[in-house]
């Protein structure tokens, strides 16, 4: 590694900051949760499962006793949870200096939210979409506030089939539908940082993608998971992207953090290109109405 790698020695000092972490007791998302605790940030794990919740804040006390983390239970696969957690969040908090939109599913079986979304598209975007709307006051309250939305390589696949959204009329196709939740993470991203823009709210929406990291993500994915110990990257490292686009201070809303190696596959954390379809703002504004609409959730 040379001399100008972006490493967890380079995370600013993070106290007095509230975090909040999607999908934080495991993978990417728990060592997430640990190097911000590690830099003193108070964290709020935000997880389906209150036993797996519980065994991730033991396993970061562990190595960091002063850590200051709680489980607030979040299934962004029902927007009800979302909207339950949102109301716990704001009742509890007066700031919210980092929200970490982490949690996702990859190439599942045939799966649906509890509204009725394919289950990727639901998780990986709307969940996401509905939870960051419904935390917006606080974040707008907290100077410096950050937004980092967790996309993949697989965005580059990825196509917005707006007439087709849950693989009805095409038949439901795995590989496709995460490309396609992947690619809607970035455009919201875009998206979001105009509005916030527009209204003159200092927020940073940054993004970020892992490259090949081996975790329980590609449980579904057999040759992905076979070829986790050639390929990939442990989760420690597979976090530094998206903690760089959290913590790095000459970050600007906008950019787009992967890993420097061959084909972003593993490497330190870097400003990557993306897709021309992620860069379309007509694709972008489409899909803001459409989530707007399927979350019941409007802001900016």
Known sequence: MSARDWTH???????????????????????????????GARVILACRSEIKAEAAIEDILRGVPQAELKFIELDLADLESVRSFAETVIEGEDRLDLLINNAGVMIPPESYTAQGYELQLGVNHLGHFAL?????????????ARIVSMSSLAHKFGRMKFDDLDFESRGYRAGPAYAQSKLANLLFTLELSKRLDDVG????????????????LQQHAGVFEQLNPLLGMDPADGALPALRAATDPDVQ?????????????????VKVGRTKAAKSEADAAKLWAISEQRTE????
Request: zero cysteines.
């Open 9 to 39: 020695d380079d995370i600013p000092d993070q106290s007095g900051k509230l975090a909040i972490v999607t999908g934080a007791n495991s993978g990417i998302g728990l060592e997430t949760a640990r190097a911000l605790a590690t830099r």
């Open 132 to 144: 960051t709307g419904l935390l917006m006051p606080l974040l707008r309250a907290t100077p410096g």
């Open 201 to 216: 709210a200092e927020v940073i929406v940054a993004a970020a993608h892992p490259g090949w990291t081996a975790t329980n």
């Open 253 to 269: 809303s906008g950019d787009y953090f992967g890993p420097s190696g061959w084909m972003e596959i593993r490497g330190a954390p």
């Open 297 to 300: 959730t409007e802001y900016l």
